[in-house]
T-cell receptor, first 113, second 110 residues
Framework: NAGVTQTPKFRILKIGQSMTLQCTQDMNHNYMYWYRQDPGMGLKLIYYSVGAGITDKGEVPNGYNVSRSTTEDFPLRLELAAPSQTSVYFC????????????FGDGTRLSIL | KNEVEQSPQNLTAQEGEFITINCSYSVGISALHWLQQHPGGGIVSLFMLSSGKKKHGRLIATINIQEKHSSLHITASHPRDSAVYICAVYPHFGNEKLTFGTGTRLTIIP
């Protein structure tokens, strides 16, 4: 059972480039989340989804976009990469938000130079 | 001030010591989540609790809803317990999101 799978694990981008961070889960979870983790800071929610076709902004959505066309996949898109988006990105999923633990992927370490 | 505060930020202890990590929060919650993150690694869920106490192996988590406080204890600590421990809460009201503490970095010396 793979759980939550994120690709790529590492990526270096130039300022202004675009990329998509992939996230797939095989647990049939309705809820999916994208977080960023900056050094010395707690995880910050970028976007989340409560089911296929439904997405909503988190605390720090600027500069990102998401889509949820299937239950399994929740890609995160960076359109115009900026140095401030250098971070470690985590995708997570849970059956629903009510008192359920979230399952995290291994993270994507992204550097914007 | 963060809604979720952890203490200490850093903790170094000798192998075998009893470890306590604290988490205080300022909002009403429906549940609290303890997570573990190894260096360079992913994040693993340890406990989800909304009352009382839970135990898994050498790890024990307690929560006092009235005092808005939770503790994570590790008995007979081992170097492999070295990691960042993160507390997060599901608020009663508001958006569908966890609010995270900044984590406690634990180092166990052999």
């Amino acid at each position: 059972n793979a759980g939550v799978t994120q690709t790529p694990k590492f990526r270096i981008l130039k300022i202004g480039q675009s990329m998509t961070l992939q996230c797939t889960q095989d647990m049939n979870h309705n809820y999916m989340y994208w977080y960023r983790q900056d050094p010395g800071m707690g995880l910050k929610l970028i976007y989340y989804s409560v089911g296929a076709g439904i997405t909503d902004k988190g605390e720090v959505p600027n500069g990102y976009n998401v889509s949820r066309s299937t239950t399994e996949d929740f890609p995160l898109r960076l359109e115009l990469a900026a140095p401030s988006q250098t971070s470690v990105y985590f995708c997570a999923s849970s059956p629903d938000r009510k008192n359920q633990p979230q399952h995290f992927g291994d993270g994507t370490r992204l550097s914007i130079l | 001030k963060n809604e979720v505060e952890q203490s200490p930020q850093n903790l170094t202890a000798q192998e075998g010591e009893f470890i306590t990590i604290n988490c205080s929060y300022s909002v009403g919650i429906s549940a609290l989540h303890w997570l573990q993150q190894h260096p360079g690694g992913g994040i693993v869920s340890l406990f989800m609790l909304s009352s009382g106490k839970k135990k898994h192996g050498r790890l024990i988590a307690t929560i006092n809803i009235q005092e808005k406080h939770s503790s994570l204890h590790i008995t007979a600590s081992h170097p492999r317990d070295s990691a960042v421990y993160i507390c997060a809460v599901y608020p009663h009201f508001g958006n569908e999101k966890l609010t995270f503490g900044t984590g406690t970095r634990l180092t166990i010396i052999p």
